[in-house]
């Protein structure tokens, strides 16, 4: 290789050397030297064969040929700028597009999860045959029994998770707290950095030890990365104990299962006695390694055994009762996985239009090149050199595509992780390593590959002789059909995203536009943490001062408090009995409903309609009180008609002790718990608010952006009492975003993959037509000058237009009811097959055929029939 | 009087290369004559083959090449055989012998039965 200018000088001194005496020989023999040199070169033959017959031989030879061919791949792209340019562009789109949604892709896998072997992790949970299966958490009982009865897992652990204000500190924090017993971080394969976990005995109920594990950012942040820790001790409100004890820190990243945990502490010593033997509160689920060889199916089947045992030993509360295994990672990742599985699906089809687009170029760039390719082809180059040749040039078009897509891939990536709707895991952490540049080298290849095998198609097609002799103004259109296909195949394409795209818009347009039955504009939330005072029976602070000082800042217009908010996830489920009606234990039949303890206020604040009866006065908040508003969900199982007003309730069973509740009101129906629709049927109730709870949240109505006066509320609350955690500041519309982040994050990608398709398609449709005048202009002068009205030469442009879009159109219209499937689930009061998206994306590919047809045909126009006639 | 020229059987080339080298440092236009010659013509090297033939010998290292001043004065490029190219010389040569007689054998033995 290295000596390859010598070997070729070698090689051409050698047989110049050699035809030298073969001529010498004939000139002794008599002839003279002219004819003894042609009889020479006759009887030596091909030097050309020859030398390349002698290189061939040489070691890596190949290298060689292919440097060549990459010599004239680049010299070729340097003679048409504009052709490698646009070339280049489109792959760069099409490969970073790509690379980038698989870099998401790759990094939400099971093994990118911070646990050791992730894939053998499972979660158990509770499930209930409702009027679906409903899953709802284990009770310590039950866990207790699953633990002795299943052999399909090497351990088994108990966890929940609650915000906690941690306190002690100058200004008190709300940090979330794990609840776990103590295999939880055996089970994860993780090991504290310092001192220990939890043990064995300190599972037991009776185990008096107040002890906590810290995560390393707690350790740094609040106690300066004190080496001795481990000792010391921390105060924590709303727990058992007013001090626990560090007995160890966990290293940094590990932040549990909940991926925010700041702080463990060992499940039973939190937990009132009286729950923990209560098979009817249910409220945690929990982890398990499955053993080396059981499967999910396995362990599943085991557990429904369990199940129907239990359902059987405890009818009382176990009826209907299973137990639903499911791998962690779906757990974990089960909500986003699906969503860039779409994305990747649809950035394909992306690719493939922008392939398709580049072949399109070299096409039509090898119908000029076609005499070049016959005088090298008769030039002795075998049709795979030629390909070989082809391939070089795409692939060198491709790797530029590639570099250019890359760094694409790596911008779109930190935008989409940096200011992207979709709150990702904190271990998320996508990155262009080995696996992705495979990946984006091996779309590169194939893109390479696609994209130079049709033109070598065409030239393999195309007899190479007659291309000889033609001039290039009988050209005939043997390349049409090919690329007329492509063009067909790149608008089906497209109007499958344009239809993707129409859905998943019209679909957040719909939710946006839901009324979720209280009005979210103009409201700040937030929620505050309120200290006992030992001792005490009342809290430090009641909800009414704080309302009051909360609705003294100015630009409030009302103030409502509850033990929860809509959307802020802290609803919770509550079975009741309704005076008249037969009691039950059947859980498909027996009435559950979400309870919200609220203040008067509540209402008015958060605009929920007073359907009938009243609000919640002042003279309700008391323990006496046994007011009760329901929304209109749960009045109409009165029936129509009747009054629901006077109608009684009660929490729990019929023959329980609890007292009487009388309805007051009824309201209108909220979607509570997520946009657009509440996930369950279950209907709300709402008690009056009690300055029982210790963490409230506060809906304030202003009448200024609502991010304007969250300071001064914040103030107001702080100067209630310095150690009130205050958490969630912020205006109720930020929560009604991310309710929607999916399918916006969704929508907003699919959208951008649309419009990328779409002017893909209209570029390739565009070069096909315009190409198609540049290839007819004599004929067009021809009829020009016979006097052909333009009208008829528009028509001739706009003809080949329409074929191409109307099958393309139809194609992909198919296509789509077909492939939108994909995303039924993501969408929201339309159907998959919504006439109105499709109707409409069909009109938008006309106007655009319309569009990309119109410069050529003017183009058409505009040809001088002389100039036409004359040129060659 | 010419005799009928015969085409080389496949992969002789090489070995009977490897033998006219064998006898003295020679440059390629003389080993097309000299294989010619004493086949007494009826041997004729096919000069697209003869070149890729000596490259592919020198590259397996079985030849040696180098620029000498040749019998008229020119330079020209002399190929020798290495030690590796005896080897292999003798190898084929031995083969070679093997694989004829067996099949003369075989040739005379069917004749007089027929």
Known sequence: MGGRPDREHDLDKELRDHLDRLTADYVKGGLDEREARRRAMLEFGGIEQIKEGSRDVRPLHWLDVLAGDVRYALRACCRCPGFALSAIVTLALGIGGSTAVFTLVSATRTAMLPFADPDRLVQLSGTVMRA????????YPDFLDWRAQATSFTDMAAFDQQRLT????????????????????????????????????????????????????????????????????????????KTYVVVGVMPPGFRGLTDGAELWVPFLQWAPAGIMTDRNQRWFAVLARLKPGVSVGGAQAEMTAIGARLEQAYPASNVKRGVEVTTIDRELLGRVRPVLFTLLGAVVLVLLIACANV??????????????????????????????????????????????????????????VGYGPVPFPSYFAPDIDRRVAAFAVAVTLASG?????????????????????????????????LRHAVIVAEVSLAVVLLVGAGLLIKSVRNTIAMNPGFDYTGVLTLAVSVPRVEGASRPAVEGRVLLERVRAVPGVVAAGLGSDIPLDGNAVGVFYAVEGEP?????????RAYQHRVSPDFFKALRIPIVRGRAFTQADQVPASTSVIVSEALAARFGPGQDPIGRRLKFGALNSTNPWLSIVGVVGDVSYRRLPRNPDGDPDLYTPFLDRNSQVAL????????????????????????????????????????????????????????????????????????YLVAQRTREIGVRLALGARSAAVVALVVRQSAAVVVVGLAIGLAGAAALTRAIEGMLFGLTRLDPGTFAGVGLIFVAAAIAASYVPARRATRIDP????RED | MTSPKSDLPQ?????????????????????AQRIQQISKEVLQIPQGSLYPALHRLENKGLLAASWDESETGRDAKFYRLTRKGRVQLKQETDNWARLSGAVRLILRTTEGEA
């Open chain 1, 359 to 416: 072949a399109n170029l070299l096409i039509a760039r090898s119908q000029a090149r076609r005499r070049e390719l016959a005088v090298r082809r008769a030039l002795g180059a075998s049709a795979g050199r030629l390909l070989a040749q082809l391939m070089a040039e795409t692939c060198v078009l491709s790797a530029a595509g590639a570099l250019a897509g890359v760094a694409l891939a790596r911008l779109a990536v930190g935008l989409v």
């Open chain 1, 132 to 139: 679906q299966l409903e899953r709802r958490f284990a009770s």
């Open chain 1, 449 to 481: 590959v696609l994209v130079s095998l049709l033109p070598w198609l065409q030239t393999r097609v195309a007899t190479l002789l007659p291309s000889l002799k033609e001039s290039a103004r009988g050209a005939t259109d043997r390349g049409k059909g």
């Open chain 1, 866 to 869: 002389i100039v036409a006639l």
């Open chain 1, 583 to 591: 009691s039950t234990i059947d859980p498909q039949r027996r009435p």
């Open chain 1, 699 to 770: 809906a304030i109505r202003t009448a200024v952006p609502p991010a304007s006066v969250a300071s001064a509320v914040r103030e107001a609350v702080r100067a209630t009492d310095s150690s009130i955690a205050i958490y969630g500041l912020a205006p109720m519309t930020e929560m009604v975003a991310q309710q929607t982040s999916r399918i916006r994050f969704v929508t907003w990608s699919m959208g951008v993959f649309a419009a990328v398709a779409l002017l893909l398609a209209l570029v390739g449709l565009y070069g096909v037509l315009a």
């Open chain 1, 166 to 241: 941690l306190t002690g500190f100058a200004e008190p924090e709300r940090i979330v707290v794990e609840f776990v017993s103590a295999p939880y971080f055996s089970l994860l394969g993780v090991a504290p950095m310092q001192g220990r976990t939890f043990q064995q005995d300190e599972d037991v109920v009776s185990n008096p030890s107040a002890v906590i594990v810290i995560s390393d950012g707690l350790w740094r942040r609040r106690f300066g990365a004190d080496p001795r820790i481990v000792g010391r001790t921390i105060a924590l409100t709303g727990g058992p104990f």
């Open chain 2, 11 to 31: 992969g002789t080339l090489d070995m009977l290369v490897l033998q006219v080298v064998a006898l003295a440092p020679i440059h390629g236009y003389a080993i």
